[in-house]
């Protein structure tokens, strides 16, 4: 029988290399990973099958401040109504609530116990997770973090994270409490979207927020190693870019931690490769929309793909080798995704934020959802082997009944010969991986 918490009835980043010809304004929402070329439209239309028309806002997360520094997108719903939002009217018989453009009194979009609900993670929601520490790597500082985290779980019912409990704790790249990054309204949403996915996967998880300088991958990669250095075992990132001949080094600089389960958007431009996703030694995380069902799950997923410019990244890696746990053969690199969650904007998911916008409930998109999300499986899930890679976890468990096949769906177009890469099937595909979570069983060793 599915219980409810409060306000939420159980219906039941990305960074960017570009030039300074790309000049944005400051951002309204983050959630996903987007591009320099998204930035220019004001609002994007959608109509998913799980959904009625949503429409979100599609800003950058903040102007670059140097040549090379990251743009980032997001997908905040400003209008129409939300998958959580028409469940709820089938559940109560009333008409659906619109989601206001600005900040809303209560939430739109799914909660903790949904998201659980969704994953199998009920039972071990409640009892995991003690002792383990998620790490959320952004850039700039969100000054608000600790009050707006507060907010969020005390809302839903969900186990004090303070600092003065020593549940939550926020630190520079350099592992400072003190010396800070310089605030940002975009990334501080980014990392109200983080902390809330985290909290409400493994509510009993410890949270260590670190924030890099900047939104370079060398400040990026040095909070990684911080988060590690402080004891992290399982660290999540909603950023990426274009890929490089430079990614080979950034692997051993900042993302070659054995013990460790790294998560990373596989971002949210539809097909195509992005990096750190497709780094060899992290989980690469693809995005579905959910919407609740009558089947025996509760829940139906397919590939979340709103444009053929917006919805989950997945593809072929030009330059990371293929870790030795995959065998496909449409690619001979790396492939992404590993695995996925939720990422839809239409079928988004709540955040409390009150750094630089209206305080209150917004819903978010974008595979930066879906990152922390998995984060906290792992958490759940329990440490890691002290030599293992943890991407490999989710292969160990393919085709079982620890993963829930998404076969429906496609976010773009690729090969004929490697279709998969672009359109969901039955078992692995680049879009969902090997599957979203049903439980943590396919995220332990």
């Known amino acids: 029988m599915r219980t409810t918490t409060p306000g939420s009835p159980h219906i039941s980043g990305r960074w960017r290399r570009i030039g300074s010809a790309a000049v944005a304004t400051a951002a309204l929402a983050f959630t996903g990973l987007g591009t320099a070329a998204q930035a220019s439209a004001a609002t994007t239309t959608a109509t998913p099958a ?59 979009g799914y ?28 850039a700039y500082d969100d000054p608000n973090a600790a009050a707006d985290l507060a907010k969020y779980r005390s809302y839903y019912g969900l186990p004090s994270c303070t600092t003065a409990n020593g549940c939550f704790k926020k630190v520079g790249q350099t592992g400072s409490a003190t010396s800070l990054p310089s605030a940002d309204s975009g990334w501080a949403e980014e990392e109200s979207l983080d902390l809330d996915m985290a909290s409400a996967t493994c509510p009993q998880c410890n949270i260590l927020l670190v924030e890099a300088k900047s939104s370079s991958m060398a400040n990026l990669g040095t909070a990684v190693n911080e988060a590690v250095k402080l004891g992290a075992k399982f660290v999540s990132n909603s950023y990426g870019g274009s890929e490089s001949s430079s990614d080979t080094s950034y692997d051993s600089s900042y993302f070659n931690h054995p013990g460790v389960a790294v998560t990373v958007s596989a971002g949210d431009e539809g097909y195509g490769a992005e990096y750190p996703a497709a780094s060899k030694y992290v989980t690469a995380v693809g995005g579905t929309a959910l919407s609740t069902s009558s089947n025996s799950r509760g829940w139906t997923e397919s590939v979340w793909s709103t444009s053929s410019t917006e919805g989950t990244g997945s593809g072929c890696s030009s330059y990371d080798a293929k870790p030795s746990w995959q065998t496909d053969t449409g690619c001979g690199k790396r492939a992404i995704a590993d695995v996925s969650a939720v990422a839809d904007p239409a079928t988004g998911v709540a955040v409390y934020d009150s750094y630089g916008v209206t305080a209150g409930w917004y819903t978010f998109g974008g595979t930066s959802a879906s990152a922390p999300i ?50 969901a099937r039955s078992g692995y595909d680049g879009p969902t991986g090997w599957g979203t979570p049903e439980g943590t069983a396919a995220f332990t060793g």
């Open 50 to 108: 799980t959904s009625s028309k949503v429409t979100w806002a599609a800003t950058p997360c903040a102007t670059p401040k140097h040549k090379g520094d990251l743009a980032c997108n997001s997908f905040r719903v400003t209008g129409g109504t939300t998958a959580f939002q028409k469940a709820q009217a089938e559940l109560t018989g009333k008409i659906a609530k619109v989601t206001p453009k600005a900040a809303a009194a209560a939430p739109t």
């Open 111 to 138: 909660g903790p116990s949904d998201l659980q609900d969704a994953y199998g993670l009920t039972d071990a929601a409640a009892s995991n997770g003690s002792g383990e520490t998620i790490a959320i790597v952004d």
């Open 374 to 423: 998995i984060a906290g499986v792992y958490a759940l899930a329990g440490t890691p082997g002290s030599s293992d890679y943890p991407a490999e976890y989710p292969y160990e468990s393919a085709g079982t009944s620890a993963l829930n096949d998404v076969t429906s769906g496609s976010n773009g177009s690729c090969s004929s010969s490697a279709s998969y890469l672009c359109t």
